[in-house]
């Protein structure tokens, strides 16, 4: 069953386009995704993310935890840092999920996971919660007692002065505060932080509040943005997609997600694999699929990646997009590691057509 959104009324009086996505009704667009995706390139957009789950790890050991579980040197970060994003491997080093944690303090953090995977997430943590022995620790599925909200754009952080949230200006990438009041609405996490390789600030409040600030924001000058749109935000700067550009049968090795992991962390669910793939090489190599100018088509998952003129297949489209400001289509896949080769000509396979394409490395434009 589809869970109905909190903030559906919000959405529809504002005639947005609801779909499904990771088993929740969403809204997909407003208007039109490129006229959405433009804004936030060059003002500010706000988006509905409350479809992505949240978790609470709390207890006395939960930065000890929380260190055996990511392959990421998160222990000594911050209080009111990002340290991630991180992962979750299973033991072979396939991802699970990736993750962005914010540490509340030295008990207390919070995961930001994909929806999708959130309820594979609990299980994982609860599995190793037991098998670990952390009887003390406390993990909560959060996603239901509060929302979660994103401004981005070069504009967000003009529209926040506006709305008296200067203080959240001033504060650096991947770092946060807690219960602040924005345009008389409480948030309890505000952050610097987003996945559009825009400047950007997410808010995580109870419903109530942010369907009020979502409204305030959009009045305050933001575009009402939905899925699309973002879906085409992050495939222009590289950015993978849960389920279509990483799983579990992909290392952060092959997917080349160099921010998930340190290189000599060593004491972690799959580690010991991860080492083991970055000593092996990759198996298959994630890279940028580029069509020519004004190309429009849209290079899909599951579609075949061929050497030009031949039937030698060297890999597989995972996820793709249009991109407005390159005004062609473009895509992530994974091609055999003997032809990552940046800048070869290749042809991509669209319902018995070949398109001539590129490949290319991220991001596909550059901030």
């Known amino acids: 069953m589809v869970i109905q959104h909190p903030h559906r009324g919000l959405h529809i009086s504002l005639r947005?386009?609801?779909?499904?996505?990771?088993?929740?009704?969403?809204?997909?667009?407003y208007s039109s995704v490129k006229d959405e995706h433009m804004a936030v390139r060059?003002?500010?957009?706000?988006?509905?993310?409350?479809?992505?789950?949240?978790?609470?790890?709390?207890?006395?050991?939960?930065s000890e935890f929380l260190s055996k579980m990511?392959?990421?040197?998160?222990?000594k970060a911050a209080t009111g840092t990002m340290p991630g994003p991180t992962a979750l491997l299973n033991e072979s080093a396939g991802i699970i999920d990736d993750i962005m944690p914010y540490k509340i303090s030295e008990s207390k953090w919070l995961l930001a996971v994909n929806a999708p995977n959130r309820e594979e997430d609990i299980s994982w943590l609860k599995r190793w919660k037991d098998e670990l022995n952390y009887s003390d620790l406390v993990i909560e599925d959060y996603t239901f007692k509060y929302s979660l909200i994103a401004l981005q754009g070069p504009e967000a952080g003009k529209i926040l002065e506006k709305l008296g949230g200067i203080q959240l200006t001033r504060i650096k990438p991947l770092t946060f505060m807690q219960n602040?009041?924005?345009?008389?609405?409480?948030?309890?996490?505000?952050?610097?932080?987003?996945?559009?390789?825009?400047?950007?600030?997410?808010?995580i409040a109870?419903?109530?509040?942010?369907?009020?600030?979502?409204?305030?924001?959009?009045?305050?000058?933001?575009?009402?943005?939905?899925?699309?749109?973002?879906?085409?935000?992050?495939?222009?700067?590289?950015?993978?997609?849960?389920?279509?550009?990483?799983?579990?049968?992909?290392?952060?090795?092959?997917?080349?997600?160099?921010?998930?992991f340190d290189y000599d962390k060593t004491s972690c669910i799959g580690c010991n694999a991860l080492q083991e793939a970055l000593?092996?090489?990759?198996?298959?190599?994630?890279?940028?699929?580029?069509?020519?100018?004004?190309?429009r088509r849209i290079p899909r998952n599951g579609y075949k990646i061929y050497i030009p003129g031949s039937n030698k297949i060297i890999g597989t489209v995972t996820s793709g997009s249009y991109s407005p400001i390159l005004d062609?289509?473009?895509?992530?896949?994974?091609?055999?590691?003997?032809?990552?080769?940046?800048?070869?000509?290749?042809?991509?396979?669209?319902?018995?057509?070949?398109?001539?394409?590129?490949?290319?490395?991220?991001?596909?434009?550059?901030?």
């Open 70 to 75: 990511v392959p990421k040197k998160i222990g």
């Open 279 to 295: 000593m092996n090489g990759a198996r298959k190599v994630r890279v940028g699929i580029r069509f020519k100018k004004k190309d």
């Open 328 to 367: 062609r289509g473009i895509g992530q896949a994974y091609v055999d590691p003997s032809h990552a080769l940046f800048r070869m000509k290749v042809e991509v396979e669209i319902r018995g057509k070949r398109v001539k394409a590129k490949i290319v490395d991220f991001p596909f434009i550059r901030k």
């Open 206 to 260: 109870d419903p109530k509040n942010t369907e009020g600030l979502f409204r305030t924001l959009v009045e305050a000058g933001a575009k009402p943005c939905g899925l699309g749109a973002r879906d085409s935000l992050r495939m222009e700067v590289g950015f993978v997609l849960a389920g279509e550009d990483i799983d579990k049968n992909i290392t952060p090795i092959d997917a080349r997600y160099w921010l998930v």
């Open 180 to 203: 602040l009041t924005i345009a008389g609405r409480n948030v309890w996490i505000a952050s610097r932080s987003g996945w559009t390789g825009e400047d950007g600030f997410e808010f």
């Open 42 to 62: 060059a003002k500010a957009g706000v988006f509905d993310l409350t479809h992505m789950g949240r978790i609470l790890v709390e207890g006395e050991k939960a």
């Open 16 to 29: 947005a386009k609801m779909g499904e996505f990771g088993g929740w009704e969403a809204p997909i667009s």
